[in-house]
């Protein structure tokens, strides 16, 4: 009896059938708000305690499953319990023995969980983006009928039946690679945009915003997340895109007929005009007129010399004959025979970029390096020209002085400036990024796909 009465579960034994109270513990009689003295020896009955001991009247030997019942205490609120008996036979009497647990915080919560869930499955039912969530090796877990839409499926149903993975509806695997390696870096990725394999055999642009799911020790478990069609808008900035490369070549074309006219006409009558002072100035060798000659040809010299430098900034030939990577060694090492600073190319470029973006890289990269030659007072460069994946990077670092780029002034004429490099990056389907700070050098990257379509 002691141990029924110490004990921390509220606990009462009653002697059967009619459940006279024989013991009970301090908990159960708290639970149910009586006196010990007015409690033992009395029937459950008069007690208005039927309702918890009075479930059956002859509990069966061993355990019976747990019930729940209201209990309503006078005076006091309501409680709800989960109640269980055991009867046994001793000395020739028959007892039970029964717990009763007060749940009603536990039933509220898992009422208003219940709540919550079917609120929650309504507005992933009804949701205008796809919603999905994924296991780690890639398999469809849940969807809800927008994804089901977008990716051109009558229903759920079957969309889980026909396209039960990941690779079934974003069958590039280097695109999934990308992704996966980004939200286990970061945690969440946002605007990741791929293309999507419609039920018809069709493809749709979407952008997709996903988190990995973690268990209570930060494991990974799953992946959720959305998509929205952006189909629409990837046309139109293919389209743009398309237009964007049209005009660079025609510009570039232009440039290098400017380039071939100089050379034609300028450049040669310069040169026939240097060599003709070289004549007349050996035959008025020793004369007065010699040093004046001397002069006029070093100044023809040096015109000749601009004149060529200004076609290779025109017309850069290398691109070419030799693609993206000789035309960047050939400005490494123009910079470095005009400039005081020590200038390095690493280049690792496997594949090289289609020429319309091969020329953007070109002369994105030649502007930075103009910008470092006149203001960033360096004095070591490096280039880096490197595939990543299915894109070519390319990154000019300085040990320069620096600079705020949140403050820096518009373009000066006749050169890019930071937005317009930024946007020629841009309309190639590449991104750009400019970090820097005062007495901290700068590095200017900028990353294009091989295929600017993708």
Known sequence: MRAIQASFDPIVLTRLPDHVVVDAS???????????????GRPASELGLWPILGGASDPPTGPRSARELAFHRP??????????????????????????????????????????????????????????????????????????RIAGYGSVAELLRRAPHVRDI??????????????????????????????DGTSAWVSLAVHAVRDEHGRAVAREGSVVDVTAAKLLELERTH????????LEAERAAIAEDVHDDPVQKMTA????????????????????????????????????????????????????????????????EEWSFEIELHEALEREPPP??????????????????????????????ENVDSSVRVAVQDDGIGFDPGTVDEPRPGHLGLKAMRERIRLVGGRWDIRSAPGNGTTVEFVVPLDPDT
């Open 26 to 40: 301090d908990a159960f009689l708290a639970l149910v708000g009586r006196a010990r003295d007015a409690t033992l």
């Open 75 to 148: 005076g006091r609120d309501p409680l709800t319990l989960r109640v269980s008996s055991v009867a046994f036979d001793h000395e020739g009497e028959r007892y039970a023995l029964t717990v009763a647990r007060d749940v009603t915080e536990e039933v509220r919560l898992a009422r208003e969980l219940r709540r919550s869930e079917e609120r929650f499955r309504g507005m992933f039912e009804r949701a205008q983006e796809g919603l999905f969530r994924t296991d780690l090796d890639g398999r469809i877990l849940a969807a809800n009928p927008a994804l089901a």
């Open 170 to 199: 974003c069958p590039d695997p280097a695109r999934r690679a990308e992704l996966l390696r980004e939200v286990e870096a970061r945690g969440r990725v946002e605007g990741f945009e791929v293309q999507l394999h419609r039920a």
């Open 243 to 250: 237009l964007a490369s049209e005009i660079v070549r025609a």
């Open 273 to 336: 005009v240097g060599l003709r002072l070289e004549m007349l100035r050996s035959e008025l060798e020793g004369t007065e007129h010699e040093r004046a000659l001397t002069r006029l040809s070093q100044d023809v010299r040096t015109a000749i010399g601009r004149l060529r430098r200004l076609i290779f900034d025109l017309h850069p030939g290398a691109l070419e004959r030799g693609g993206l990577a000789q035309a960047l060694r050939d400005l490494v090492q123009v910079m470095g």
């Open 356 to 385: 319309e973006v091969g020329i953007v890289l070109y002369r994105v990269a030649q502007e930075a390096l103009s910008n470092v030659a006149k203001h960033a007072q360096a004095t070591r460069v490096r280039v880096v020209l």
